[in-house]
């Protein structure tokens, strides 16, 4: 596709219930990333794909976060167990990072709103 | 330890105009820099970068200026228009880094 997409754009959850939130990078990019933001408050970094390994993934907040990418494409952010402090915008982003090892620039997906109750 | 602050959480101009966005920084290893606008209900667009062996990036009215030494890192926008208003992020990675590390954000207000 033309950028990266996210599903679902909004998910309402009771607390202890797990969610699952997809994201489709744009084509051909071999890294994917997920951050989290909370309200009010800047972006924060959970985990780091390249390709289908994650080399990164030092900002998942507890185990009741996981995620996977399959085929080089397609992500999934699982998070078990929902707690209210869970709530925020998990917004997914894709890059050509290494690239030419100058920095590559990331495009972001319009996230998903999880609001635990 | 916050390595990205954004000290100004929101910022006021009349439309026509400069406005300066300010992002400073203490990790010496970021090499790639970039400001991201994000409105309401929408991610981050990416809006200009710069890399480390610069100092100056433009882009029509926008312009990021870096002052490594300083570890300093500023959006110029010229002339400001009311389509302007948004959050906007600096954000810093590189060659050694996957992730960018985001500031807080500078809420941007450009009045007509």
């Known amino acids: 596709g033309a950028g990266v997409s996210q599903s679902p754009s909004n998910k309402v959850t009771e607390k202890g219930k797990d969610v699952e939130l997809r994201c489709d990078p744009i084509?051909?990019?071999?890294?994917l990333y997920w951050y989290r933001q909370r309200l009010g408050q800047g972006l924060e970094f959970l985990i780091y794909f390249q390709g289908n390994s994650a080399p990164d993934k030092s900002g998942l907040p507890s185990d009741r976060f996981s995620a996977e990418r399959t085929g080089e494409s397609v992500s999934t952010l699982t998070i078990q167990r929902t707690q209210q402090e869970d709530s925020a915008v998990y917004l997914c982003?894709?890059?050509?990072?290494?690239?030419?090892?100058?920095?590559?620039?990331?495009?972001f997906g319009p996230g998903t709103r999880l609001l635990v109750l | 330890d916050q390595q990205v602050k954004q000290n100004s959480p929101s910022l006021s101009v009349q439309e026509g105009r400069i406005s300066i966005l300010n992002c400073d920084y203490t990790?010496?290893?970021?090499?790639?820099f970039l400001w991201y606008k994000k409105y309401p209900a929408e991610g981050p667009t990416f809006l200009i970068s710069i890399s480390s062996i610069k100092d100056k990036n433009e882009d029509g009215r926008f312009t990021v200026f870096l002052n490594k030494s300083a570890k300093h890192l500023s959006l110029h926008i010229v002339p400001s228009q009311p389509g302007d208003s948004a959050v906007y992020f600096c954000?810093?990675?590189?060659?050694?880094?996957?992730?960018?590390?985001f500031g807080q954000g500078t809420i941007l207000t450009v009045h007509p």
């Open positions: 982003a894709s890059s050509n990072f290494p690239g030419q090892g100058l920095g590559e620039t990331q495009y």
């Open positions: 954000a810093l990675g590189g060659t050694s880094y996957g992730k960018l590390t």
């Open positions: 084509s051909g990019h071999t890294a």
């Open positions: 990790n010496s290893m970021f090499d790639y």
